[in-house]
C-alpha cells in the first residue's frame, strides 16, 4: 500500500490528514512545536467557533487525527531526499514515502546581525544544497545552534576543510555540533562591500569568510522545498490547481504556498491535496 507523509500538524496538515485516512491512504503525520497556530492569541474569523486561542485549535486538530488513529511522530525534519521513493530524513529516523504534503509553514529564521540582509544573494544564504556549490575550498560559516545547523554543516563539511559554526551566543542544542570549529560568542555585523568579506563579533574580534549560512531553528516547508529543486517564487512555493509542485507526488498547503495566510485557506488547500494524492495513488 502507498505511504503518504504529511509534515506539519497545522491546520493544512490535520486538515489533510483527516481527508486522506478517511479515503482509506496509509497516511502519517510528522511534526515539532513550530506553528504559527500555536502563537495566535484569539482567533474571531473562522468559521463555527465563536472565540478560540491558536494553541487550543492546534491542541484540537491534533486529537482529532489521535482519535483517527493516524500515526503522529514528533520529530524535527532536517531534509527530504529521494531514492525509489522519499526518504524523510530526522535526527533520529528515516521515513519512506510514496508521497508528501509539506504543512510546516514558510519560516525564515533571519538573526538580528547588522548588515544581513544586506548580503543576501551576495554571500548569505538560506540553503547549503542550493549553493553550497559555489564555496567550496573556502571559508564558511554556519549559523545556528540545533539539529538543522548540524545537518547543513555536516553537507557543507563535504565542501570544504575551513568550516565554522557560530551560535551567536545561543545554547547549544545538538551537542553533534562539537564536532565542528565552534565560537559562541554573540555576532555583531557581517562585513563586505559588494560581498561577505567577513563578521565582526560584539567583543570587537574579526573573522573573515566567504560564504554564510543561515541555519536557526527548524526547516520550514520552503526550506525543505529549495533543497529538493521545487519551484519558489517570493518565498513561496509554486502549486499548481491540485497544491502539487513542479515534483510528482510532493504537495504543499498553507503559509508556504501564495494566496492567504488564513486558517481557511490551509484547510481548504490540505482538503485539496489529499484528493490530489488519492488520485495520484489510484493511477499507479
Known amino acids: ?25 496509509d497516511v502519517s503525520v510528522i511534526y515539532g512545536d513550530n506553528s504559527s497556530l500555536i502563537n495566535a492569541h484569539q482567533i474571531d474569523n473562522y468559521y463555527g467557533v465563536p472565540s478560540i486561542s491558536g494553541k487550543e485549535l492546534y491542541d484540537i486538530g491534533i486529537k482529532q487525527a489521535k482519535d483517527l488513529d493516524i500515526p503522529m511522530y514528533k520529530e524535527e525534519v532536517l531534509s527530504i531526499e529521494y531514492e ?29 546581525i547588522k548588515r544581513i540582509k544586506d548580503f543576501e544573494g551576495q554571500g548569505v544564504s538560506y ?55 565552534l565560537i559562541e560568542d554573540k555576532i555583531d555585523t557581517v562585513l563586505g562591500e559588494d560581498r561577505v568579506s567577513g563578521i565582526r563579533f560584539e567583543n570587537g574580534n574579526e573573522l573573515e569568510f566567504d560564504g554564510i549560512f543561515i541555519a536557526l531553528g527548524v526547516a520550514g516547508s520552503v526550506d525543505l522545498a529549495k533543497k529538493m529543486g521545487i519551484l519558489i517564487s517570493g518565498n513561496k512555493i509554486e502549486t499548481d490547481e491540485n497544491c502539487m509542485t513542479n515534483i510528482e507526488g510532493i504537495f504543499a498547503v498553507g503559509d508556504a504556498t501564495k494566496g492567504m ?24
Do not use: W
Open 84 to 112: 525509489n521513493s522519499f526518504n524523510i530524513i530526522t535526527k533520529d529516523n528515516t521515513y519512506q514515502a510514496d508521497a508528501i504534503i509539506l504543512a510546516n509553514g514558510a519560516y525564515r529564521n533571519t538573526p538580528n
Open 127 to 181: 540553503c547549503a544544497m542550493c549553493d553550497g556549490f559555489f564555496y567550496r575550498k573556502k571559508k564558511i560559516a554556519v549559523i545556528g545552534n540545533g539539529s538543522y545547523a548540524y545537518h547543513e554543516a555536516s553537507y557543507l563539511s563535504n565542501l570544504t576543510n575551513d568550516l565554522t559554526v557560530l551560535t551567536g551566543a545561543n545554547p547549544i542544542n545538538d551537542e553533534r555540533l562539537h564536532e565542528f570549529n
Open 261 to 284: 495566510a488564513q486558517i481557511a485557506k490551509a484547510v481548504y488547500d490540505g482538503a485539496v491535496a489529499a484528493n490530489a494524492v488519492l488520485v495520484l495513488f489510484n493511477r499507479k
Open 1 to 25: 500500500m502507498k505511504k503518504l507523509f504529511i509534515i506539519g500538524a497545522g491546520p493544512g496538515g490535520i486538515s489533510s490528514a483527516l481527508y486522506a485516512k478517511r479515503a482509506n491512504i
